[in-house]
């Protein structure tokens, strides 16, 4: 995954949702995203959990806003981005607007993450393995027996083991939501223009 920059998300559009979707108010998804450019210029404080919780009301009657969709994807990738900033470790998935895959199965490999904070118990660190173990062959060999979008969303981990602290779960759930997005794009029939 390329950098995101103050400048790439100042200059996001996103599609206008089809006919009987209202999507997101737009006015509301443009403030938020001034909050995150000031946030990625080192001018706001925004961090990766609030973009996990941020929600954006319907456009008004007659009116119908940006797509849901679109901008849930952006968000998805600007959480990551966050989330490397704060932690200053970064794996270098490839850049995703140029045919090149958002996730590599050399990106999953390389992923850590942290312990969770001290007095809570995160996610159980062998099941997590387990779990990158199988996102990384499904992004190698893909076919049958590989792992689905639904597959990836019904995923539930264990809490870690009592007397150790596992992973930090909101960096796992983001995670999560990253390779949702890498499976919906390998299975999208490439666009014609």
Known sequence: MSRVTPEDVSR???A??????????ADEVDAFLDLVAATLA???ALAA???????FDAPGTGERGYRADQVDEYLDQ???????RQHGDRPVPAASGDGHPLLTPEDVRRMRFTPAPVG????????VTAFLDLV????????????????VRSIHFTDARLGTRGYQRDEVDAFLDLVITALRRTRRPP???
């Open 49 to 55: 959990d609030d973009l996990r919780r941020v929600t």
């Open 12 to 14: 996001i559009s996103f």
């Open 78 to 84: 600007v959480r990551i981005e966050l989330e490397f």
């Open 191 to 193: 666009r014609h223009s």
């Open 136 to 151: 990384a062959a499904t992004l190698a060999h893909g076919g049958p027996g590989s792992l689905t979008v639904a597959d």
């Open 120 to 127: 809570r118990r995160g996610y159980h660190e062998e099941e």
């Open 16 to 25: 206008s949702p089809p006919l009987r979707h209202r999507g997101y108010h």
């Open 42 to 44: 080192g001018r706001g």
